[in-house]
T-cell receptor, first 113, second 114 residues
């Protein structure tokens, strides 16, 4: 029962460096999401995808890019990391429909120095 | 736009105490409502949900009732345990863009002492 798997779990970057976070789900879900979690602010949606080959912007998309080349994978990229992107990043997947239950990965803790 | 307001924490209770975490929302249409729980070092897990007015969601002794007239979805548990220590998030689901999206509250940290 893997569910939603995120890699890596921890990462430290220097300002200006780039990196890619990988999310993989084995539940055959159409929808996938990337969130960031900051103290006192809950989770905020960065980007999402409603199917293979599609992506869309969420609430806080600036500074991030995403790709969904395969249904089971959703990649989040930071082209030039900034200290403001220090956060915990969560990936989620879910089905379409009104109930929209989302299943979350364990998170990636990113620090940008 | 949509928003969710949660009772600020942290909340500290003794084991077997009664728990209430308040949640109110602002949304257009008829959103579905959720409580998610995040245990230390883990991702969020769905705790319970309600999809229409007057529905009661329940799981693991927790309950919440969808109150449209007061736009609320308060979480309650009659007798908390140490293992309930976690962060609790209230959320609503609504149609945004091309997909249903979740809007989260800021989270309430609960600590239960033995």
């Amino acid at each position: 029962n893997a569910g939603v798997t995120q890699t890596p779990k921890f990462r430290v970057l220097k300002t200006g460096q780039s990196m890619t976070l990988l999310c993989a789900q084995d539940m055959n879900h159409e929808y996938m999401y990337w969130y960031r979690q900051d103290p006192g602010m809950g989770l905020r949606l960065i980007h999402y995808s409603v199917g293979e080959g599609t992506t869309a912007k969420g609430e806080v998309p600036d500074g991030y890019n995403v790709s969904r080349l395969k249904k089971q994978n959703f990649l989040l990229g930071l082209e030039s990391a900034a200290p403001s992107q220090t956060s915990v990043y969560f990936c989620a997947s879910g089905t379409s429909g009104v109930k929209n239950i989302q299943y979350f990965g364990a998170g990636t803790r990113l620090s940008v120095l | 736009g949509n928003s969710v307001t949660q009772m600020e924490g942290p909340v500290t209770l003794s084991e077997e105490a009664f728990l209430t975490i308040n949640c109110t929302y602002t949304a257009t249409g008829y959103p579905s409502l959720f409580w998610y729980v995040q245990y230390p070092g883990e991702g969020l897990q769905l705790l319970l949900k309600a999809t229409k007015a007057d529905d009661k969601g329940s799981n693991k002794g927790f309950e919440a009732t969808y109150r449209k007239e007061t736009t609320s979805f308060h979480l309650e548990k009659g007798s908390v345990q140490v293992s309930d220590s976690a962060v609790y998030f209230c959320a609503l689901s609504s149609l945004g863009g091309s997909a249903r999206q979740l809007t989260f509250g800021s989270g309430t940290q609960l600590t239960v002492l033995p």
